[in-house]
């Protein structure tokens, strides 16, 4: 059974960068799927921040593109995610999740999701 | 940026009902739509893909129709345990979207 399992701070000051790991156990990232980061507030819904591909290549929604990276560890068999220049609405639920083999496909599996506050 | 629009938030429904909920592309995204099931504090959980497939393991009461813009979901019997918000999500083109959910309750 493939799990994925987000880890990473739950405050985060406003200005900083949000940084968070998602570990996948049971299943190589390097298999050929893509892996994204969703997520989740009471003010924008589910929200798809951008994925990226077991050969390092990223799609990131345009809305946030400029704040996003997303990255691969092959070694340690997880993929991250950085937000840069956070503010309050960035507070969210943050899950990470597999796709298929494009990023124009459902989303099978899942984290539990790591809320994640920005604050001072 | 294709808008997914769940035009009830909220439905009730006694036990052993036929539930069924719609969903609206503001595009032309053929059958690319999947359906989520997310219970409180739990991450949405994937049943329908391809508008009309049942994801392996998702009970066969539930099911999903449609292609083009209008999509419907549907519950053959409400069990208690559907209690839950479920999701459209278009994946015809990036960025990937959702609907705003539709919060079932028992009656």
């Known amino acids: 059974q493939v799990q994925l399992q987000e880890s990473g701070p739950g405050l985060v000051k406003p200005s900083e960068t949000l940084s968070l790991t998602c570990a996948v156990a049971?299943?190589?990232?390097?298999?050929?799927?893509?892996w994204g980061w969703i997520r989740q507030s009471p003010g924008r819904g589910l929200e798809w921040i951008g994925s990226i591909y077991h050969t390092g290549t990223a799609d990131y929604n345009a809305s946030l593109k400029s704040r996003v990276t997303i990255s691969l560890d092959m070694s340690k068999n997880q993929f991250s995610l950085k937000l840069t220049s956070v503010t309050a609405a960035d507070t969210a639920v943050y899950y990470c999740?597999?796709?298929?083999?494009?990023?124009?496909?459902?989303?099978?599996?899942w984290g539990q999701g790591a809320l994640v506050i920005v604050s001072s | 940026d294709t808008q997914m629009t769940q035009s009830a938030s909220s439905l009730s429904a006694s036990v052993g009902d036929r539930v069924t909920i719609t969903c609206q592309a503001s595009h032309d995204i053929d059958k690319y739509l999947s359906w989520y099931q997310q219970k409180p504090g739990k991450a949405p959980k994937l049943l329908i893909y391809d508008a009309s497939n049942l994801e392996t393991g998702v009970p066969s009461r539930f099911s999903g129709s449609g292609s083009g813009t209008d999509f419907t979901f549907t519950i053959s019997s409400l069990q208690p345990e559907d209690i839950a918000t479920y999701y459209c999500?278009?994946?015809?083109?990036?960025?990937?979207?959702f609907g705003g959910g539709t919060k079932v309750e028992i009656k």
């Open positions: 999500q278009q994946y015809d083109n990036l960025p990937l979207t």
């Open positions: 049971a299943y190589s990232i390097s298999s050929g799927n893509y």
């Open positions: 999740a597999r796709s298929g083999p494009t990023v124009l496909t459902g989303l099978d599996y």
